[in-house]
Structure formats: structure tokens, C-alpha cells
């Protein structure tokens, strides 16, 4: 975790942003934000190739839609690697980029503050 130098820097550097779309929070949730997209990114993270099916039977709830159109989107931010071998039938896996892995300290962070919060409760 950061100091508490860095943290009130970084709270200086926030009260001086124009707006937010300046602000280093927001562009990352506009990259990893949404229902799914923690989800997914957690699913890759456990293992290190995924098939669509198996990430399916892993989060609860998500249509075939809405998971093939995330997975295309965290792709194109170059989170997520996609490689199809050309076999019938067409074989599809999924594992994360060193951008995606670079995610793991985030995700401890929030796990850590998840538990500080629910003590408190």
C-alpha cells in the first residue's frame, strides 16, 4: 500500500484536476468499470487460459452476449489475449496480458479494505 506521502500527494494531484476526466481513477474504471468486467478479469486471474464456456459457468447471470462483448472490449484495452485455433470445432481461449496480471496488487487492495469494512459492521 502507499504511504501517506504518496496518498496526500495523490489527494493534491485530485483537488487540482479541472475535471474528471483528467482524473487517473476515472479512466481506469471507464477500462475495468461495469458489472462484468471485475468478474471476468477475476475469473482470468485464477487461471491462466479460460475458455468462454468455462468463464460463462463461473460468473453467475451473464448472458453469452454481454460476455463475448466484454471480453472483445478488455481485448481491445489490451487486458485480455484471445487465441483461436483454427480446429472443428473452433477452439477459443482467454488468459490475461501482463497489463491484465499488472491488476493482481489492485484486486489485493480491494480484498483488503473488503475485510476492514466488514469488520466494522
Given at each position: 500500500m502507499a504511504n501517506e506521502q504518496k496518498l496526500q500527494e495523490y489527494l493534491n494531484?485530485?483537488?487540482e484536476l479541472e475535471n474528471d476526466d483528467e482524473c487517473p481513477v476515472k479512466c481506469t474504471l471507464d477500462i475495468i468499470g461495469g458489472r462484468w468486467k471485475l468478474r471476468i478479469l477475476l475469473?482470468?486471474?485464477?487461471?491462466?487460459i479460460v475458455r468462454f464456456n468455462e468463464l460463462k459457468r463461473g460468473i453467475s447471470e451473464i448472458t453469452n452476449t454481454m460476455l463475448s462483448s466484454s471480453l472483445h472490449e478488455l481485448e481491445n484495452d489490451?487486458?485480455?489475449k484471445r487465441v483461436q485455433y483454427n480446429?472443428?470445432?473452433v477452439r477459443v481461449e482467454y488468459?490475461?496480458?501482463d497489463y491484465g496480471k499488472s491488476l493482481l496488487p489492485l484486486f489485493y487492495e480491494i480484498a483488503v479494505w473488503w475485510n476492514k469494512y466488514c469488520e466494522r459492521i
Open positions: 494531484l485530485l483537488k475469473q482470468l486471474l485464477k487461471k491462466d489490451r487486458l485480455v480446429e472443428m470445432p488468459s490475461l496480458t
